[in-house]
């Protein structure tokens, strides 16, 4: 009998109060926490800026964009994960996001997961249960027109 089943290698993000669920597709770089200052008059929800690969991007603090406060990781603790963007604008290749710990690949069939009803924020698309843990799938456009907004 031939298993039909298929699976999707994905990428579990821990954030501050949550853990992200992205496809490893979307993920182009996991780095070492690294930014510069914000500087003054930034966004809430703008951590810096992280220099990758001649780039300049802008590092985006999820709980901060979801209506929370800016949350910086811990010496030796936190990576930020580089995105690439979905949108197709050319000014907006990619963008990053602080986590606060190492992200982890797992593989995800259909029957693993399922949509959860919950309050969400602006930078959530939606809440999932994977196997029993609970997941937030993040709003990706609206994380790209932030990261629009902060001049890239």
């Given at each position: 009998m031939k298993d039909?089943?298929?699976?999707?290698?994905?990428?579990?993000?821990?954030?501050?109060?949550?853990?992200?669920?992205?496809?490893?597709?979307?993920?182009a770089e996991v780095v070492?926490?690294?930014?510069?200052?914000?500087?003054?008059?930034?966004?809430?929800?703008?951590?810096?800026?992280?220099?990758?690969?001649?780039?300049?991007?802008?590092?985006?603090?999820?709980?901060?964009?979801?209506?929370?406060?800016l949350s910086v990781p811990g010496e030796n603790r936190g990576r930020i994960v580089v995105i690439n963007t979905i949108s197709g604008r050319n000014t907006l290749r990619f963008m990053a996001l602080i986590t606060q710990g190492i992200?982890?690949?797992v593989r995800i069939t259909d029957d693993q997961i399922k949509?959860?009803?919950g309050e969400n924020g602006p930078a959530d698309l939606m809440q999932v249960d994977v196997d029993g843990e609970t997941a937030w799938i993040p709003n990706l456009d609206y994380l790209e027109s932030l990261a629009s907004e902060s001049g890239v």
């Open positions: 039909n089943s298929q699976t999707l290698s994905c990428v579990m993000i821990p954030v501050s109060r949550r853990q992200l669920l992205l496809p490893n597709v979307s993920i070492d926490y690294a930014s510069n200052d914000a500087g003054t008059g930034a966004p809430d929800w703008l951590a810096g800026r992280l220099e990758w690969r001649g780039l300049s991007l802008p590092v985006i603090s999820y709980d901060a964009a979801n209506g929370g406060t992200p982890s690949q949509q959860l009803e």
